[in-house]
């Protein structure tokens, strides 16, 4: 019973073609008989939309937030989906997500929603825009807000030990 099975929501930035996407979708793939998975692009990058779409039972909200222009309104909107879909696990997969998700779920409801955050190895070693830095600085200071974060290899785990972010 589709019911029955735990709600995951994802929250990503955007779903153009990249590797925190094609994660996302595998993911997904792998999980798919066991979990039930609703989809939250804070952008309308949506390249990968009808394949996230094609996995039976998923369903994908675009926010059509300007990329790379802070809008307080995905914050607003991403709490009252999370009040209407009643997640059992928010599953944010990059900082702007972080971020989001981390105040959303505090604002959705009394319950505590559990959060997991997913890093790549993107923190140092490239160039980032100030909107990209403030970001970075904000979820070092969160990070003690998720329940669980989750690297995709050793070098994102010491990009993250080193850049100050707490497990």
């Given at each position: 019973?589709?019911?029955?099975?735990p709600?995951?929501?994802?929250?990503?930035?955007?779903?153009?073609?990249?590797?925190?996407?094609?994660?996302?979708?595998?993911?997904?793939?792998?999980?798919?008989?066991?979990?039930?998975?609703?989809i939250?692009?804070?952008?309308?990058l949506?390249q990968?939309?009808?394949?996230?779409?094609?996995?039976?039972?998923?369903?994908?909200?675009?926010?059509?937030?300007?990329?790379?222009?802070?809008?307080?309104?995905?914050?607003?909107?991403?709490?009252?989906l999370?009040?209407?879909?009643?997640?059992?696990?928010?599953?944010?997969?990059l900082?702007?997500?972080?971020?989001?998700?981390?105040?959303?779920?505090?604002?959705?409801?009394?319950?505590?929603?559990?959060?997991?955050?997913?890093?790549?190895?993107?923190?140092?070693?490239?160039?980032h825009?100030?909107?990209?830095?403030?970001?970075?600085?904000?979820?070092?200071?969160?990070?003690?807000?998720?329940?669980?974060?989750?690297?995709?290899?050793?070098?994102?785990?010491?990009q993250?030990?080193?850049?100050?972010?707490?497990?």
């Amino acid at each position: 019973n589709n019911a029955l099975r735990p709600h995951i929501l994802h929250v990503i930035n955007g779903l153009s073609r990249g590797g925190t996407e094609t994660a996302l979708l595998r993911h997904i793939e792998d999980t798919l008989g066991i979990y039930r998975h609703t989809i939250i692009s804070l952008t309308s990058l949506d390249q990968m939309r009808g394949e996230f779409e094609a996995l039976a039972g998923v369903s994908v909200f675009l926010l059509r937030a300007n990329r790379g222009v802070p809008d307080p309104r995905l914050l607003f909107r991403c709490t009252r989906l999370i009040r209407l879909l009643k997640p059992d696990l928010v599953h944010a997969w990059l900082p702007l997500s972080w971020l989001i998700s981390t105040v959303a779920c505090r604002f959705a409801c009394g319950v505590h929603i559990p959060l997991v955050w997913s890093a790549r190895s993107l923190i140092m070693g490239t160039k980032h825009r100030f909107s990209e830095v403030i970001a970075l600085r904000l979820c070092r200071a969160m990070s003690g807000q998720c329940d669980a974060l989750v690297a995709n290899s050793h070098v994102a785990l010491c990009q993250l030990n080193q850049y100050g972010f707490r497990p």
